[in-house]
């Protein structure tokens, strides 16, 4: 079955540490891969997506990730992270099945320490 | 309008209820999903739509649930009968096409309270 798995639930940095989330999807097939972000109180939005070409993708806020896809992966970057960086962080991709369909991992909790 | 609104932004229903949850998508834009989202969990997809029509309706978790839109417009995801373990945020999401690449915008939700 296709799914996508975020490694980490929770994770906790102080600020200035550097960030690496998780996420590994299963599926063989064509894949547009996102991550998306929900800061506290706030709709879920997007952070970064590849679709083609260079497989390291920048988004907003200093972050970026890099799909491997040899391994089905596409792990979220962040060299220094601030207290604002505190949020739901979520791995979605979407299948081309015949139709399109996103499948979402469980989503990882950053807490970042001031 | 300016981002996708959803509505009730609450709903409270005894077990066995029917409810009617609205989505209105950003003006113009193609494509509408809903998720389910259960307490400490991920999204779950439950369908979506390309204009008026639903390619993919193999998330919704049975036949109680149903969704419609029309005008390439608003949509409205029903839940017959509803029982507790339907309890959850449902989020609703629009793009401007379906073509795998293009970004969600997502509404605030409506959280679902099945007493």
């Known amino acids: 079955a296709q799914s996508v798995s975020q490694h980490n639930h929770h994770v906790i940095l102080s600020e200035a540490a550097s960030l690496e989330l998780g996420c590994n999807y299963s599926?063989?097939?064509?894949?547009?891969l996102f991550w998306y972000v929900q800061y506290p109180g706030q709709h879920l939005q997007l952070l970064l997506k590849?679709?083609?070409?260079?497989?390291l993708v920048k988004g907003i806020k200093g972050f970026e990730a890099e799909f491997i896809k040899s391994k089905f992966s596409f792990n979220l970057r962040k060299p220094s992270v601030q207290w604002s960086d505190t949020a739901e962080y979520f791995c979605?991709?979407?299948?081309?099945?015949?139709?399109?369909?996103?499948?979402f991992g469980a989503g990882t909790r950053l807490f970042v320490k001031a | 309008g300016a981002g996708v609104s959803q509505s009730p932004s609450n709903k409270v229903t005894e077990k066995g209820k029917d409810v009617e949850l609205r989505c209105d998508p950003i003006?113009?834009?193609?494509?509408l999903y809903w998720y389910r989202q259960r307490l400490g969990q991920g999204l779950e997809f439950l369908i979506y739509?390309?204009?008026?029509?639903?390619?993919?309706k193999s998330g919704l978790p049975s036949d109680r649930f149903s969704a419609e839109r029309t005008g390439e417009s608003v949509s409205t995801l029903t839940i017959q009968r509803t029982q507790q373990e339907d309890s959850a945020v449902y989020l609703c999401?629009?793009?401007?096409?379906?073509?795998?690449?293009?970004?969600?915008?997502f509404g605030p939700g409506t959280r679902l309270t099945v007493l």
């Open positions: 590849y679709f083609s070409g260079d497989p």
């Open positions: 599926y063989g097939g064509t894949v547009n």
């Open positions: 999401a629009s793009s401007l096409d379906v073509g795998g690449a293009d970004e969600q915008f």
């Open positions: 979605a991709v979407t299948l081309d099945t015949g139709g399109f369909k996103t499948i």
């Open positions: 003006s113009g834009h193609t494509a």
């Open positions: 739509f390309q204009g008026n029509s639903a390619p993919d």
